[in-house]
C-alpha cells in the first residue's frame, strides 16, 4: 500500500518562515528560506509531487504530477536516479514558465531525456504537450521509470490532460550517452537534469550524445540543468562549456527570473548547435 507524501521535518521548519518571508522575497535571508524550504521538502518522502497552473480554454487549472521515489536507490543498487534531484525540479520549472509565456520548448516536440532517473522532466514535457517522449537511463533504475510514466500518463488520460491512446506516445529505453543505438540527429529537444556529475560519470559521453541525438540546423535545444559540486580536477561548469565548445554546441545561462524554484548553485542551460555561416 504506497504511504502518503510527506513533508521532511526540516522542510516543515523552515515551511512558516518561508509564508511570512514571501513579502519580503527581495531580500537574501527570505530567498535562501524558501530555497532551503522547496529543496528539502520532499526530499525524503516515498512520493515527490511536482505542481502547476496551466491555463485551459480561459481557466487557471491546477496540475499535480507525482513519482514514486526510492530513497535506498543508491544502496540496493538502483542507482542515484531513484530519487527527483534539485536540479530536475528546477528544469521542470523552467519548462513550466516557458509555457506560460508562450515560447514553450517542448510543445508538439520530439524529446529525449537523458539518465531521467524517476522520469519527472520527461512527465513534465509530456503533460506540456509534447508529441513524444523517449525515456532513458541505464540498468535497474528503468523499473522505476516505467512505474513513474505509466501511472502518470494514466493519470493525465483520465483528467483529459492528455488524449487516449497517449501511451503511444511515450517509451522507455536503455540508452548508454554516445552509444548511437537511438538513431543519429533525430530529437527536437533533448532534455538533462544533474548528469553533469564528473565525480561519477565522465562527461564527454554526455556532451556526445548530445551531438548525436539533436537535430541539425537552429530549431533543436538541449534543456539542461546542472547542480554545483565541486571537483578537484577540474571546474565541471568550463568542462562542460569547453566540451560544447569542441563539439560546436553554444551555451546560454538561463536567468533565474525565467525560474521559479531555482538555487544559487543550480544553473540552467540551454544548449544549441552552432550554425555555421555560408
Ligand atoms: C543524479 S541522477 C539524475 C536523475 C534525474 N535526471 C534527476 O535529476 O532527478 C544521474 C542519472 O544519470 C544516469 N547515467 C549516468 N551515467 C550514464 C551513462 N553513461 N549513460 C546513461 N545514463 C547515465 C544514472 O543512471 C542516473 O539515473
Redesign the pocket.
Known amino acids: 500500500m504506497s504511504r502518503p507524501t510527506a513533508k521532511h521535518p526540516i522542510a516543515l521548519a523552515f515551511q512558516d518562515v518561508s509564508a511570512t518571508t514571501t513579502a519580503n522575497s527581495s531580500s537574501k535571508i527570505g530567498n535562501k528560506i524558501k530555497e532551503l524550504y522547496w529543496r528539502q521538502q520532499y526530499s525524503q518522502a516515498e512520493y515527490y509531487p511536482f505542481e502547476y497552473m496551466e491555463e485551459e480554454e480561459e481557466k487557471n487549472v491546477h496540475v499535480e504530477i507525482k513519482v514514486r521515489q526510492k530513497q535506498c536507490g543508491e544502496q540496493d543498487g538502483t542507482?542515484?536516479?531513484?530519487?527527483?534531484?534539485?536540479?530536475?525540479?528546477c528544469?521542470s520549472s523552467y519548462m513550466c514558465y516557458k509555457h506560460a509565456v508562450g515560447s514553450s520548448d517542448v510543445e508538439g516536440k520530439k524529446i529525449i531525456?537523458?539518465?531521467?532517473?524517476?522520469g519527472?522532466?520527461g512527465i513534465v514535457a509530456m503533460n506540456l504537450g509534447a508529441e513524444e517522449v523517449c525515456f532513458?537511463?541505464?540498468?535497474p533504475?528503468l523499473e522505476l521509470t516505467k512505474e513513474n510514466v505509466s501511472i502518470n500518463i494514466e493519470n493525465m488520460i483520465e483528467k483529459e490532460h492528455i488524449s487516449k491512446g497517449s501511451e503511444g506516445r511515450t517509451r522507455t529505453e536503455e540508452?548508454?550517452?554516445?552509444?548511437g543505438t537511438l538513431g543519429v540527429k533525430c530529437f527536437d529537444c533533448i532534455l538533462?537534469?544533474?548528469?553533469i556529475?564528473p565525480k561519477?560519470?565522465?562527461m564527454e559521453?554526455?556532451v556526445a550524445?548530445i551531438d548525436e541525438l539533436l537535430v541539425d540546423g537552429e530549431g533543436g535545444v538541449c534543456l539542461v540543468?546542472y547542480e554545483h559540486r565541486t571537483w578537484f580536477e577540474f571546474d565541471p561548469r568550463e568542462k562542460f562549456a569547453e566540451l560544447c565548445e569542441e563539439a560546436e554546441l553554444k551555451l546560454r545561462r538561463i536567468s533565474e527570473g525565467e525560474i521559479r524554484e531555482t538555487a544559487e548553485d543550480i544553473i540552467v542551460w540551454e544548449v544549441k548547435r552552432k550554425i555555421k555561416e555560408t
Do not use: E, K, M, R
Open positions: 542507482g542515484t536516479g531513484a530519487v527527483v534531484w534539485n536540479a530536475a525540479h528544469l531525456d537523458l539518465g531521467t532517473g524517476t519527472l522532466t532513458t537511463d541505464v540498468g533504475v540508452y548508454w550517452w554516445g552509444s538533462i537534469a544533474d548528469c556529475l561519477l560519470y565522465p559521453p554526455l550524445a540543468s
